[in-house]
C-alpha cells in the first residue's frame, strides 16, 4: 500500500508530484531543491541551497515518521560540477554518521534555476 507523504515544513511541490511516496517501510522522496518553504523563493548561492535543500529533506523525513538516519540512497543533482566539494561539506554535517549510498551528477538544468537539488530513499 503506498501513502502519499506532504511536508508542512517543506515548500510546495513546483510540478504535479508529491513530496514524497511510503511504500511499506521504505520512503521515496521527489527532488529537493533549495526553496524556503514560506516564500518558494530560492536560497542564494550553491551553498545556501544545499543545507536549505537539506532542511526541506529533514522536513520530509520527518512527516513520514523518519530522520537522516532512516536514509539508504541519495542522488545529488549539480548544476556545476566544480561545487562538489563544497555541497560535501554540508552534506556531510546532515549525515554524521555512517552516510548512505550516494550518486551525485552535473545536470544541464534544474527546476527555477537551482543549483542544487536531492532526492533520497529511506527505510525504516
Same mark, same amino acid.
Given at each position: *500500500? ?18 514524497? !511516496? ?22 542564494? +548561492? ?19 515518521? *523518519? ?13 556545476? *560540477? ?29 527546476? !527555477? +534555476? ?11
Amino acid at each position: *500500500m503506498n501513502k502519499t507523504i506532504t511536508a508542512p515544513g517543506a515548500p510546495a511541490a513546483v510540478g504535479p508530484y508529491c513530496h514524497a !511516496k511510503l511504500s511499506g517501510n521504505t520512503l521515496y522522496t521527489s527532488g529537493q531543491l533549495g526553496l524556503h518553504p514560506e516564500t518558494g523563493a530560492l536560497a542564494q +548561492g550553491v551553498e545556501a541551497q544545499a543545507r536549505q535543500a537539506l532542511e526541506n529533506l529533514g522536513a520530509v523525513l520527518k512527516a513520514a515518521g *523518519m530522520d537522516f538516519s532512516d536514509v539508504v540512497k541519495t542522488t545529488v543533482f549539480l548544476a556545476d *560540477m566544480a561545487d562538489f566539494a563544497a555541497i560535501n561539506q554540508i552534506y556531510a554535517q546532515f549525515f554524521p554518521g555512517e552516510a548512505p549510498a550516494r550518486s551525485c551528477v552535473a545536470v544541464k538544468e534544474l527546476p !527555477k +534555476g537551482g543549483l542544487f537539488e536531492i532526492e533520497a530513499v529511506a527505510v525504516r
